[in-house]
């Protein structure tokens, strides 16, 4: 899930070779919807290298979607490639009971991250504690292929 605030959003989150590392069958959701800004100075990437950005008519794209094509510049590598769900308008649906929903997913999280902290995660926490720690860059990593 991409929901990041970049300090330079010229660079990219994660990179499109991470994506390799995603079992096939993963779904990438993006929130943040960040859009490809490359004649900006500086330039803006997705947070996530090499995927489309959805929008109310288009938010489901699979691996051999056309459109992948069409809505990533060419310079920006997308090689590697995985299920994303994307659209740069969620609330615009049903824009207050977009954040109302969205706050009670968080809110549990949330709790336990602000209780913890990053840091003090721990697999061996409650559900959600376990949930917020398997999401962790560090666990991630311990997962990478060699």
């Not at 079992?23 to 997705?46: C, G, Q, S």
């Amino acid at each position: 899930v991409d929901a990041t605030r970049r300090r330079n959003p010229s660079l990219a989150v994660i990179p499109n070779d991470w994506i390799s590392w995603l079992p096939e069958h993963a779904v990438i959701t993006d929130l943040a919807v960040d859009p490809y800004l490359l004649n900006d100075d500086p330039p803006v990437v997705r947070g996530i290298e090499g995927i489309p950005r959805g929008n109310l008519d288009k938010y489901v794209f699979t691996p051999d979607d056309p459109d992948w094509e069409r809505t990533i510049p060419p310079q920006i590598p997308k090689n590697h490639k995985r299920t994303v769900v994307s659209c740069y308008s969620w609330p615009g649906i049903f824009p207050e009971e977009c954040m109302k929903h969205y706050a009670r997913q968080l809110s549990p999280l949330m709790e336990v991250l602000f209780q913890k902290g990053y840091e003090g995660l721990s697999l061996e926490g409650g559900y959600f504690e376990r949930t917020l720690c398997r999401a962790t860059l560090r666990e991630w990593l311990k997962t990478k292929k060699p």
